[in-house]
């Protein structure tokens, strides 16, 4: 197995657990009291814009020839590194 192929699934695995985190975040908004939540939909659409983004990313590497992916591999990494850090802020705001 190559490093392309390596990367592309350690990033797909990073990828299912930041969605996991969101559609956890989400089912817990949606047992909560509505003044807790406030603005919380407006968060759930900026995250889940970054998961498309990072799965963009991770389509995009898959599709490029061999030399090509590594300049990629940066901007994959700092999508992930966005999602995951929004995920902290909204996880610590809407406890």
């Known amino acids: 197995m190559g490093d392309k192929e390596v ?4 990033y797909e695995a ?18 909560a009291e509505p003044e807790l939540t406030i603005g919380f939909e407006e968060q759930a659409y900026e995250l889940e814009e970054k998961v498309g983004v990072a799965r963009s990313k ?11 992916w590594k300049d990629l591999k940066a901007e994959a990494e700092r999508a992930m590194l966005d999602l995951r ?4 802020v909204a996880a610590t705001r809407f406890k």
């Open 58 to 68: 991770m389509d995009d590497i898959r599709q490029s020839d061999a030399p090509d």
């Open 7 to 10: 990367f592309l699934r350690t």
């Open 85 to 88: 850090t929004a995920l902290d």
């Open 14 to 31: 990073q990828l299912k657990d930041q969605v996991s985190r969101l559609e956890s975040f989400k089912a817990k908004d949606a047992d």
